[in-house]
């Protein structure tokens, strides 16, 4: 069993769905065990969270322990992650010595540190976490980073199983028109865990959105491992015929990586065509609609689509709490 949970793909099929078994059980409350009983956990936010924050805090609590938040640069020291640099400018602490103090204090340190949308090609590493991960002599738990959102896929993965069953379902990832420009990471988190769970998977996107292509390699390796199928098209409306699930969220465009008011003025041309409306859901095959919250109205997803029965978003955010009490659990050595 891997030691951290950085990204769902460290963790095998079967790991996974022990994850999963684990966090029905703690939502139907069948296991009330106190892994964290007399332990704490940092929870290290660089941005901002409703769910995470709260349900980490809240599983943290129902788990017997107590969690200790800290905000680099507001509520704690500015944090330099690099190796190597002269620390001259405006970070105060490094991360070397910020997490194996917070070792000594703590059984487990999560962290929430968004892409900065500046530099593709150092950001898909996922520096900041991954200096985490390698200076921690305690469990790493990613709440988000620019590559990956494990924590909500999981949940992801769990409210369709509740709702669908387990059986292999036909899953829709589409893209939908925002603004501005926004961070991959539950995009790819959520194609990837539904790869490695064995649904077969349709991303629809416009041109010049494509996902990671060594993150694309991994989903068709993990796809084909489950037996399950993967297609990436740019029909928006074609995309939705016969899905059991619509899983919309909008990300920007790697072309226009740092590039924020050039991904603006491309994407403009999409803002009619990829939301997710009645239309569309008449499409599918009666499929449950998700999305991981924050969302904005009749931009993303019409009021008509987020406020029908077929609207499982709440339920996805209160599976946030299950899913990281599984995980807690199980990296603070217990069954989980
Ligand atoms: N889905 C999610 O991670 O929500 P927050 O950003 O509010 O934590």
Redesign the pocket.
């Known amino acids: 069993m891997p030691r951290d949970f950085l990204t769902t793909a460290d963790w095998s099929r079967a790991e996974l769905d022990a994850l999963l078994d684990a966090a029905a059980r703690f939502k139907r409350g069948a296991d009330r065990a106190k892994p964290l009983a007399g332990r704490s956990v940092a929870l290290v936010f660089f941005n901002?969270?409703?769910?995470?924050?709260a349900s980490m805090q809240v599983g943290i609590y129902e788990l017997g322990g107590q969690a200790v938040v800290l905000e680099p640069g507001g509520t704690s020291w500015t944090l330099e992650h690099r190796a190597g640099v002269v620390m001259d400018a405006d970070k105060t602490e490094h991360v070397r010595e910020f997490v194996r103090v917070l070792g000594r204090y703590c059984a487990a340190i999560g962290v929430r540190t968004f892409a900065a949308l500046q530099d593709w090609q150092e950001e898909r590493t996922d520096p900041v976490l991954a200096a985490f991960a390698r200076h921690s002599a305690v469990p790493i738990i990613n709440l988000?980073s620019a590559m990956h959102?494990p924590c909500?896929a999981l949940a992801d993965m769990l409210t369709i199983r509740e709702k669908l069953g387990s059986e292999r379902k036909r899953v829709l990832l589409t893209w939908a028109w925002h603004p501005k420009p926004l961070p991959m990471a539950?995009p790819n988190s959520f194609a990837l865990a539904a790869a490695q769970v064995g649904h077969d998977l349709t991303i629809a996107h416009p041109p010049g959105y494509e996902l990671d292509e060594e993150l694309i390699r991994e989903i068709n390796s993990r796809t084909f491992d489950a037996g399950a199928t993967v297609r990436v098209t740019d029909d928006v409306d074609e995309a939705f015929d016969g899905a059991q699930v619509v899983y919309a969220k909008s990300w920007g465009s790697r072309q226009f990586y740092g590039a924020a008011q050039d991904d603006i003025e491309q994407r403009a041309q999409y803002r009619a065509d990829w939301i997710v409306d009645e239309a569309k859901m008449a499409r599918t095959d009666g499929a449950i609609f998700m999305h991981?919250?924050?969302v904005r109205r009749n931009v993303i997803v019409t009021d008509a689509v987020i406020d029908s029965p077929r609207s499982v978003v709440i339920d996805e955010?209160e599976n946030?709490l299950h899913v990281q009490k599984a995980v807690l659990a199980r990296l603070s050595g217990g069954e989980g």
């Open positions: 901002p969270s409703l769910r995470t924050r988000e959102h909500q539950v991981c919250l924050p955010a946030r």
